[in-house]
C-alpha cells in the first residue's frame, strides 16, 4: 500500500504543479490559523503558570502521620471476630501461640456472643508486617468489614499506634486499618492495557501512551496548581485543554492536514463546550453544596473556588470524547475522498456526515452511563429517597452531572458538522487531480493501463481517448489521477 492508499499494481504518478500547489496552499492556510493560536495559548500559559506556593493553606492531610504513628504495610494470615472493647487487640500472640480462629476471639475467652450491654462484635485481622516480626491484631472497620470484607492474603495499610503512649489502654486498639494496598494489581492492568494497545495500534498506540502521560503532566503541574492559587478557571481550563490537544493529536496522529483539521474542530467544540459551561455553572448555581469534598477545600485556602473547580472539570470532562469524534471524522472524510477522489464537496459532506450521526448517537449514550456509573452510589440514595424525577435530576447531588453530561454532548455534537465540513474543504483543495480531468490514475485495470514504461518525468501525460458516446463507459472517461496523499 503507499503513501497515497492506492491499491493499484503499478506505483502512482506523481502529482502535478498544480495539485503540489493546491495542496501547499491547504496547509498554509491552516497553519495561517493554528500556528498564531498555538503562540497565543503557549504565551498564555507561561502567564498562567502558578507559582507553587502552598502558603496559606490550611489542609491537614489524612496521610501526615503524628510523632510516633507509622503507616505500616502487610499482609493479612487470619481473620477473627471478638468484643469491640477487648484490650489486647493490640498485642501480638506469645511466642509459639497461633491466632485464633475465624469467628474465636483471639485471648481464648469463650466464641458465644456478648451480652447486650457488653460490648458489640468487631472484625480483626491478625497481619503479618512487611518489615518483618509478630502478626500484629489489626482493627477493620465497621463499614469495610460490612461492605467488602478482608480475607486471607490481602495487603493492606494500617495505622501503628503502638509506640504512641496510651495505646493499647482502655480498650483504644494500637493498630487500626487504613485501606488495601492495591499496587500490584493496578500495575498489572496497566500493563496489560499497554500491551493491548501497542499490539493493536502499534507505533501510534504507543505514541498515544505517551501523549496521555504528557496530558496528566499537563493537569498535575499546571492545572491543578492555578485552581489552588485562585488563577481564572475558564482561562486555566481552555489554555490547559489546548495544550493538551495539540500535544495529543500530533504526537499520536503526526503533523498532516487530517490532524490540523482535526485539531481545529476539536478546538472549536472546546470553546463551544467552555462557554456553555461557564453559562451553566452560573445560571444553574453549582456550588458543590453537599459534597464532602468541596466542603473540605472550601476550608482549605480563600483562594479556591468550588464553582470554578466544578467549571474547569466541565471542560476537562469531554476532552477525550471531543478529541474522539474529530479525529474519527476527519478520517472519515479523507477515507472516503480516497476511496472515490471524483466524489463532489456536497455528496462527501452528505457521506461523512452519515457516520458522524452514528458516531453522535453512540457517543452520547457514552457520556451518559460513563457519568451514570461514576455516580452509582447518589444515584441509589436519590431513589431510596422516592423523590420526584425532576426534583432528583435537579438537586446537588445530581445536578453537576446532569450539566456535564449536556454540555459536553453539545460540544461534541456541534464539533462534528464543523470538523466534517472543514476536512472536506482540505481534502479538496489538496486532492486536485494531476494534470486536470485528464490526467491518467494510476492501477486503472484493463489494456488502458499499457503505460510507457520509461519514468513520469520524462514522458508526455497520456491523452484521454473519447471514444464516442456509444463505447463503454470506461472508455469514454480516461484514466483518473491517482489520490495525493495529504
Request: charged share 15%; hydrophobic share 45%; proline share 8%.
Amino acid at each position: 500500500m503507499g503513501a497515497g492508499h492506492s491499491h493499484a499494481p503499478h506505483p502512482a504518478d506523481p502529482p502535478s504543479p498544480r495539485a503540489l500547489a493546491a495542496r501547499r496552499k491547504a496547509n498554509w492556510i491552516l497553519a495561517a490559523v493554528l500556528a498564531p493560536l498555538t503562540v497565543l495559548t503557549i504565551v498564555a500559559m507561561i502567564l498562567l503558570w502558578p507559582s507553587g506556593s502552598k502558603e496559606g493553606l490550611t489542609l491537614a492531610s489524612p496521610y501526615a502521620a503524628a510523632p510516633g504513628v507509622t503507616f505500616d504495610t502487610g499482609k493479612i494470615q487470619r481473620v477473627v471476630t471478638g468484643n469491640c472493647m477487648d484490650t489486647t487487640q493490640g498485642q501480638t500472640p506469645a511466642q509459639g501461640q497461633q491466632p485464633a480462629q475465624q469467628g474465636q476471639p483471639a485471648d481464648g475467652q469463650s466464641a458465644q456472643p456478648q451480652a447486650p450491654g457488653t460490648g458489640s462484635q468487631c472484625t480483626f485481622a491478625w497481619t503479618e508486617p512487611d518489615q518483618g516480626g509478630n502478626p500484629v491484631k489489626v482493627v477493620i472497620n465497621p463499614d469495610v468489614a460490612k461492605s467488602h470484607g478482608v480475607k486471607v492474603g490481602d495487603n493492606i495499610r494500617y495505622l501503628n499506634l503502638s509506640r504512641v503512649q496510651g495505646a493499647d489502654a482502655g480498650g483504644s486498639p494500637a493498630f487500626v486499618f487504613v485501606d488495601f494496598v492495591r499496587t500490584l494489581p493496578i500495575i498489572l492492568l496497566a500493563v496489560l492495557y499497554a500491551v493491548v494497545v501497542i499490539a493493536v495500534a502499534r507505533w501510534r498506540g504507543l505514541r498515544a501512551l505517551i501523549g496521555l502521560v504528557g496530558a496528566y503532566a499537563v493537569l498535575v503541574s499546571f492545572m491543578l496548581p492555578g485552581l489552588v492559587e485562585g488563577k481564572p478557571p475558564l482561562l486555566l481550563a481552555l489554555v490547559g485543554s489546548t495544550v493538551i490537544m495539540i500535544g495529543v493529536l500530533y504526537f499520536a496522529h503526526g503533523f498532516t492536514a487530517r490532524t490540523s483539521t482535526a485539531l481545529l474542530g476539536t478546538i472549536f467544540g472546546l470553546a463551544i463546550t467552555a462557554a456553555l459551561a461557564a453559562w451553566a455553572t452560573d445560571a444553574a448555581n453549582l456550588a458543590g453544596v453537599g459534597n464532602h469534598d468541596a466542603a473540605t477545600l472550601a476550608n482549605v485556602s480563600d483562594h479556591i473556588s468550588i464553582s470554578g473547580i466544578i467549571l474547569c472539570g466541565l471542560i476537562i470532562s469531554g476532552l477525550g470524547v471531543l478529541n474522539d469524534v474529530t479525529i474519527t471524522q476527519s478520517s472519515a472524510v479523507w477515507e472516503l475522498w480516497e476511496l472515490a477522489p471524483e466524489t463532489s464537496a456536497r455528496k462527501l459532506f452528505a457521506s461523512a456526515m452519515r457516520i458522524g450521526r452514528d458516531h453522535i448517537a453512540s457517543t452520547v449514550y457514552t457520556i451518559a452511563f460513563a457519568y451514570a456509573g461514576a455516580a452509582l452510589p447518589i444515584l441509589i440514595i436519590v431513589m431510596l429517597y422516592e423523590r420526584p424525577l425532576g426534583d432528583a435530576l435537579t438537586s446537588a447531588e445530581l445536578s453537576e452531572e446532569v450539566v456535564r453530561t449536556l454540555v459536553g454532548s453539545i460540544g461534541l455534537v456541534l464539533a462534528i458538522p464543523v470538523t466534517t465540513l472543514i476536512a472536506v474543504l482540505v481534502v479538496k483543495a489538496t486532492g486536485l487531480r494531476s494534470g486536470g480531468p485528464a490526467a491518467p490514475v494510476a492501477g486503472s485495470p484493463g489494456p488502458a493501463d499499457n503505460r510507457d514504461p520509461r519514468p513520469a518525468a520524462g514522458r508526455e501525460p497520456a491523452p484521454a481517448v473519447d471514444a464516442g458516446p456509444d463505447a463503454p463507459p470506461e472508455k469514454r472517461r480516461g484514466r483518473r489521477a491517482a489520490p495525493v496523499s495529504t
